[in-house]
């Protein structure tokens, strides 16, 4: 276990909760037993090999992103040219995070993998389910469409999604409520942790009813960040970072200018 904890130590030295990063340790088992353990999404590894999810707080982006663009900025001469030649602004900044941790990590533990929330296989499925791994962990709550259903209760209503859409459900952290996110998990596979037992979840919402509206609120308006206060959070994402999440990707870029071109004035 002291092993874990100095690679736990390790991460969070280089992803600070300053930064808006938060580390949660938890055992491969747990993770395969929730997912079930001939599900396709089980991961094979031994039970208890020990994993970190990695989750961004308000202040990765408003803070260490922030930092980063500015001085992206000055590296490229201009804010067009960085629009122009980063195309995934808030992935190129975690890429670069992620290598200074990586090798930092080689001195404490040579082995080990990465996979990110948006990492897929070939079959385009997500090779780990972050919001499993969240609750899993004791990170987040993870409230699930088909515990909040009832008998005689049709819902939620069939066809309001998108082509494709599924009606998914939705984490709550205990102090961000929505405004967070969950970026990646450190696996270590000769890092066994049979003893550790995971932190178990904070319900956020107690009511079905509001649970159900949040969930709404998620699926059909998620948008307007709405579905980001439930939980009554403590610290949220400033008005420039729902802006940005709410945009779609080939926009986001110009939500940025003000950082570097406005001044004082439009900073929140
Ligand atoms: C595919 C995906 C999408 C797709 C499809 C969404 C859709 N509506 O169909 C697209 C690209 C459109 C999308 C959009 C968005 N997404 Co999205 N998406 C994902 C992704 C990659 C995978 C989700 C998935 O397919 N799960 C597969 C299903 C089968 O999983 P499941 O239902 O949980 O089933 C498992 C559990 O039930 C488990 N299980 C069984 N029993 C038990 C018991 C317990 C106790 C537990 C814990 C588990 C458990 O086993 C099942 C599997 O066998 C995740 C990231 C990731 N890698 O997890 C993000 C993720 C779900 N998305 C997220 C977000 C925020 C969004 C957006 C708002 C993003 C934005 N700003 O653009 C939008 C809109 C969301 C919406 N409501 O549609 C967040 C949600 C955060 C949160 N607080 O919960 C995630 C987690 C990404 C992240 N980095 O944080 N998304």
């Known amino acids: 276990m002291l092993h874990a904890e100095s690679i736990k130590h390790a991460v969070d030295q280089q992803l600070p909760a300053h930064d808006g990063f938060e580390s949660h340790m938890f055992r491969i088992g747990a993770y395969n037993q929730a997912v079930g353990e001939d599900s396709v999404f089980a991961l094979p590894f031994n039970d208890n090999t020990m994993a970190l999810l990695l989750l961004s707080t308000p202040d990765m982006f408003d803070v260490a992103f922030r930092k980063w663009v500015v001085l992206k900025t000055m590296e490229f001469g201009s804010f067009d040219d960085v629009a122009e030649l980063v195309s995934s602004p808030i992935q190129s900044f975690l890429e670069d995070r992620l290598e200074i941790l990586r090798e930092k990590l080689q001195k404490v533990e040579e082995n080990f993998e990465i996979l990110h929330d948006y990492s897929m296989t070939p079959q385009r ?45 939705l984490s709550l952290h205990p102090v961000y409520g929505g405004h967070f996110a969950f970026r990646s998990v450190l696996i270590f596979p000769n890092v066994l942790i049979p003893d550790f037992q995971e932190s178990v979840p904070r319900p956020i919402l107690t009511d079905a009813e509001e649970v159900r509206t949040a969930l709404e609120k998620f699926n059909y308006n998620w948008k307007d960040s709405g579905f980001r206060d439930f939980g009554n959070p403590s610290r949220r994402y400033s008005t420039t970072q729902m802006e940005f999440f709410g945009r779609p990707v080939a926009e986001r870029w110009e939500v940025l200018r003000p950082w570097v071109e406005g001044g004082a004035k439009n900073i929140d």
């Open 125 to 169: 499925r997500p090779k780990i389910l972050m919001q499993t791994c969240g609750h899993v962990a004791g990170a987040a709550f993870y409230y699930q469409p088909r515990d909040f259903q009832e008998e005689g209760l049709q819902w939620p209503t069939a066809g309001r999604m998108g082509p494709n859409l599924k009606f998914i459900g």
